[in-house]
């Protein structure tokens, strides 16, 4: 069983930055891709960006293209998403997920390990 929990979370003005970490725990952290996912109030799930294992494959949505950076720190147990230039439609709970395979994957399904979350507020 893997645990994952999210931290960073926070009210930041419109055109700030965040940075969100996920901490896993519980087993090993090796071969697991992780992937940032965010649900804004009224909305599904919707895909944010991936990150393989070894950092050699990352996707991100369109939507964030350009404004947010995955990365990990396996050292650590730690994948990160820096986003900066924050809009109000950014405002959502943001879910980190694992799952224990190649690649990255970009759907929620393909994910088995979630956090419970952290929620971003972006004011205008």
């Known amino acids: 069983q893997v645990q994952l929990v999210e931290s960073g979370g926070g009210l930041v003005q419109a055109g700030g930055s965040l940075r969100l970490s996920c901490a896993a725990s519980?087993?090993?952290?090796?071969?697991?891709?992780m992937g940032w996912f965010r649900q804004a109030p009224g909305k599904g799930r919707e895909f944010v960006a991936a990150?393989?294992?070894?950092?050699?494959?990352?996707y991100y949505a369109d939507s964030v293209k350009g404004r947010s950076t995955i990365s990990r720190d396996n050292t650590m147990n730690t994948v990160y998403l820096q986003m900066n230039n924050l809009k109000s439609e950014a405002t959502a709970v943001y879910y980190c997920?694992?799952?224990?395979?190649?690649?990255?994957?970009?759907?929620?399904?393909?994910?088995?390990?979630w956090g419970q979350g952290t929620q971003v507020p972006v004011s205008s």
């Open positions: 997920a694992a799952v224990n395979g190649v690649g990255a994957p970009r759907f929620s399904r393909e994910y088995n390990y």
């Open positions: 990150i393989s294992w070894s950092g050699g494959i990352i």
């Open positions: 519980g087993r090993t952290f090796v071969g697991y891709a």
